[in-house]
């Protein structure tokens, strides 16, 4: 099933220019930013990860404050895991300030646990199709090896 040409719409809502507004007001802070931001969102970016790559790089860096762009579920586990240091969402380009993805607070460990039971449903696909769509995967965790994470 293809919804959309392979885009999420939280990594493509940020905006930069409140990205540096907020680097202005907060100069020391570094901005870490999921694979999935556009293009000139990752070029301004001190560090660029999946979601757990940015936990690390967070917990493990001397920094104390970051600007972070993605999806807001994150934010909570990184403020648990380093209490001394500042997590300040990315702001987007709208006005209702919504970094949520609708979509992924749809999966809960209940229905991921009968699907992994009952392995239902099952999804056909084009080998080809899966190829396409597993590329950005793989690219993700090759750029998470790179950094060690």
């Known amino acids: ?42 070029k301004v970016a001190d560090f660029v990860g999946s979601t757990t790559g940015i936990l690390k790089f967070t917990q493990k860096d001397d920094g104390k404050e970051y600007i972070v762009a993605t999806e807001t579920g ?3 586990q990184m ?13 987007p380009n709208n006005s209702c300030a919504c970094n949520d993805c609708p979509y ?16 239902q449903p099952e999804i056909l696909m084009e080998e080809e199709l899966r190829l396409a769509a597993k590329k950005p995967i793989d690219r993700m965790l090759e750029i998470s090896a790179r950094h060690g994470l």
């Open 79 to 91: 403020q648990k895991q380093s209490p001394d240091k500042l997590f300040i969402p990315a702001p």
């Open 104 to 119: 992924m607070k749809l999966n809960t460990l209940e229905k991921l646990y009968l699907c992994m039971k009952y392995e």
């Open 74 to 76: 994150i934010l909570h």
């Open 1 to 42: 099933m293809l919804l959309w040409n392979g885009a999420c719409m939280v990594h493509e809502i940020f905006s930069l220019e409140k990205i540096m507004k907020l680097k202005v007001r907060y100069p020391k802070a570094k901005i870490v930013a999921h694979p999935e931001c556009e293009e000139h969102i990752l």
